[in-house]
């Protein structure tokens, strides 16, 4: 019997995967599947809620894959596969969303975000996606779900809903936890700091990606946003440039911020920008390099994905057959 608590968590292949996502999930991920059953899933079925190229997605999704083994995951010890593999995930989403309030979805961050920058396509997917996330964790009875801070909203939401199914039927779904890193739950942009690093970024500049190369991300560095003084201090409030710097090296080098001001007393800004760089250069390449191989063996990565999902639906329809019987389907 497997004794080991369960992690669930998910990324969108909507765009090529970013610093802030490594930083934010992936990285802790890797951390935690040594003492976890991790399930990570790359969920394409989220991303069409904003409209994609058919052929981009196909290649993102594997590409995100191949990065997330790369990254360390070992995907023998641990769950990795495509959200539409696995149909239970649409299947409990709908009967989900019989349990989700109107309200309380009007009420989320993101879909205000995401329907404020689509307003040509607000659609009812955009608008029912929590239901769908609470779907994901709570098809395998997850305990925890390591997210980014943005992404904390989605899981309260979960719980909430899963509070009131069990409510209503018995002791249904675990009620899963939020994971947020202590440094590197939000990471901002380079270019406007008072941003989320984020894939969707208009703004090039502001965002590291995790196939960048090296040339680019110094590049990126060199030119990112500090402020009109040469300290190197941590003050999220006043030097939100510098602070989001400070964040991303300690991350990077695994350093505390007092360490990072005394290595940086007396030296400018110039320094400390190429120090960071660097230091996520080295942080990457590993994950790069191993990527690039991995992205070429596209029989290896159908071997882990089928896997994955035949392993992830095991679980799933465990789950799902005990919300069919609660609800009162009849069982085939
Ligand atoms: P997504 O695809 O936007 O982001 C993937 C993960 O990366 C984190 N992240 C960040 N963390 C720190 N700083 C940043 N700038 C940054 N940008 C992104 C996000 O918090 C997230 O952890 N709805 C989810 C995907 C999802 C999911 C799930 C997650 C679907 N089902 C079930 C967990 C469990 C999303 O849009 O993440």
């Not at 594997?62 to 299947?91: C, M, R, W």
């Not at 690093?197 to 208009?202: A, L, Y």
């Not at 919300?323 to 009162?328: A, I, M, N």
Request: aromatic share 10%.
């Amino acid at each position: 019997m497997d004794e080991k608590k369960v992690i669930f968590s998910g990324i969108q292949p909507s765009g090529d995967l970013t610093l802030g996502s490594y930083m934010g999930a992936i990285k802790n991920w890797v951390e935690l599947s040594e003492d976890y059953n991790c399930y990570y899933c790359i969920v394409d079925m989220h991303a069409i809620t904003v409209r994609q190229v058919p052929a981009d997605l196909r290649r993102r999704t594997l590409e995100q894959l191949a990065q997330y083994i790369a990254a360390g995951i070992d995907p023998t010890k641990n769950t990795i596969f495509i959200q539409s593999h696995v149909p239970a995930h649409a299947e409990l989403a709908w009967i989900l969303n019989c349990y989700t309030m109107f309200g309380e979805l009007s009420r989320m961050t993101q879909f205000k975000d995401k329907a404020a920058k689509n307003s040509d396509n607000i659609n009812a997917g955009l608008f029912t996606y929590p239901a769908l996330m609470a779907a994901d964790i709570l098809l395998y009875q997850a305990d925890l779900v390591p997210v980014g801070d943005d992404q904390r909203q989605h899981v309260e939401i979960t719980r909430d809903i899963a509070n009131r199914f069990n409510g209503i039927y018995g002791d249904v779904f675990k009620l899963p936890e939020v994971y947020n890193p202590k440094v590197g739950a939000r990471i901002m942009s380079l270019t406007s700091p008072e941003n989320k690093m984020s894939k969707s970024d208009k703004d090039k500049g502001g965002c590291i990606y995790i196939m960048q190369s090296p040339d680019d991300i110094m590049r990126c560095f060199k030119r990112a946003v500090t402020d009109s003084d040469t300290w190197v201090h941590y003050d999220p409030e006043n030097k939100k440039g510098v602070s989001n710097l400070m964040q991303i090296y300690a991350v990077a080098t695994g350093k505390s911020f007092e360490t990072i001001e005394s290595e940086f007393t007396g030296r400018g800004y110039g320094d400390f920008k190429t120090a960071v760089g660097e230091a996520v250069v080295e942080l990457l390449r590993p994950v790069r390099e191993k990527a690039s191989k991995l992205i070429a063996d596209k029989a290896y990565l159908e071997s882990v994905y089928k896997e994955g999902a035949e392993r992830a639906a095991y679980a799933a329809n465990k789950t799902l057959r005990k919300v069919y019987k609660k609800v009162g389907f009849v069982g085939k």
